[in-house]
């Protein structure tokens, strides 16, 4: 009782705010979509995320940006039809011979 509290360097953290936007981060990754998202004078915009991943293998931490579509989800109708099951469709494929592309690069 009647200690006053010190300043100490035992423990080192930080707390991320809101106000903090790694705007080099972003300017460069929208230049990455720019091949792949197109300009939209569309009335619906959604604000982004941008998310520090991880030490990747070469021990760089970078950024992800991510679509934050909560808002959206909010007034959606929901879907009255269950999704097909994958193997009734593979089923009715047979032997048809049949090509997909899939971009995984930026899968989560």
Request: with cysteine; aromatic share 10%; hydrophobic share 40%.
């Amino acid at each position: 009782p009647g200690d006053r509290l010190t300043a100490t360097k035992t423990a080192v953290h930080s707390i991320p705010t809101p106000s903090f936007m790694p705007g080099r981060e972003i300017t460069l990754k929208i230049r990455e979509f720019l091949n792949i998202i197109t300009p939209s004078k569309s009335p619906w915009n959604f604000p982004i995320l941008v998310i520090l991943n991880k030490v990747d293998a070469s021990g760089v931490r970078k950024w992800r940006i991510c679509i934050d579509f909560r808002k959206l989800n909010e007034i959606i109708v929901g879907d009255c039809y269950p999704s097909p099951n994958i193997q009734d469709i593979l089923d009715k494929l047979g032997k048809a011979r049949y090509f997909s592309a899939l971009d995984c690069a930026s899968g989560y």
